[in-house]
Antibody
């Protein structure tokens, strides 16, 4: 069964850091690009970041550029996002998402989604 | 604020056809393919349509997508109670150099 399981969410103070992890199983992890997509409570979806199969191509939404860093470990089948200088507006459910292609590019299609991990930013 | 605009809500009775629009611009829908995602209450989104009109395996043919110019549409025919969900369009945006989602449409089955 294809599965993505996120972890690492929780309550964090503004300005602090958090690292989210995503364990992938049931497919050949290094054959696909991966993404993080978030959803603030009661709001719509927002693409956060994407990474190609070999980490050679990476992109970020303007809202997180310079603060978030996406990475992957193909040997362990894990996707990560390091989130620094967290703000109240970063509070959301963060989804780990699989792409149908190798590359993070203009044809991005998100075919498998995890259940998400909640990040709450509050003092 | 999303660059892809959808109506906030749509509704229909069982068996009816409902259409959801997604309005963009030349930097997104006008130049790139569109995907549609269905989010049932309390669950993660699910890919419904990709590359404008393609359906992944397992998605009923009651769901169909189309694109014309800088707009796209999702049609749900033979509406069923289990189709009650939020629906989002998505596309690459050249101006933002990233993916953008639509504002979302809540479909209610009356």
């Amino acid at each position: 069964e294809v599965q993505l399981v996120e972890s690492g969410g929780g309550l964090v103070q503004p300005g602090r850091s958090l690292r989210l992890s995503c364990a992938a199983s049931g497919f050949t992890f290094d054959d696909y690009a991966m993404h993080w997509v978030r959803q603030a409570p009661g709001k719509g979806l927002e693409w956060v970041s994407g990474i190609s199969w070999n980490s050679g191509n990476i992109g970020y939404a303007d809202s997180v550029k310079g603060r978030f860093t996406i990475s992957r470990d193909n040997a362990k089948n894990f996707l990560y996002v390091q989130m620094n200088s967290l703000r109240a507006e970063d509070m959301a459910l963060y989804y780990c998402v699989k792409d149908i292609g190798l590359w993070w590019d203009k044809r991005g299609t998100f075919d498998i989604w995890g259940q998400g991990t909640m990040v709450t930013v509050s003092s | 604020q999303s660059v892809l605009t959808q109506p906030p809500s749509a509704s229909g009775t069982p068996g009816q056809r409902v259409t959801i629009s997604c309005s963009g611009s030349s930097s997104n829908i006008g130049s790139h393919s569109v995907c549609w995602y269905q989010q049932l209450p309390g669950t993660a989104p699910k890919l419904l349509i990709y590359r404008n009109y393609q359906r992944p395996s397992g998605v009923p043919d009651r769901f169909s997508g189309s694109k014309s110019g800088t707009s796209a549409s999702l049609a749900v025919s033979g509406l069923r109670s289990e189709d009650e969900a939020d629906y989002y369009c998505a596309a690459w945006d050249d101006s933002l150099s990233g993916y953008v989602f639509g504002t979302g449409t809540k479909v209610t089955v009356l």
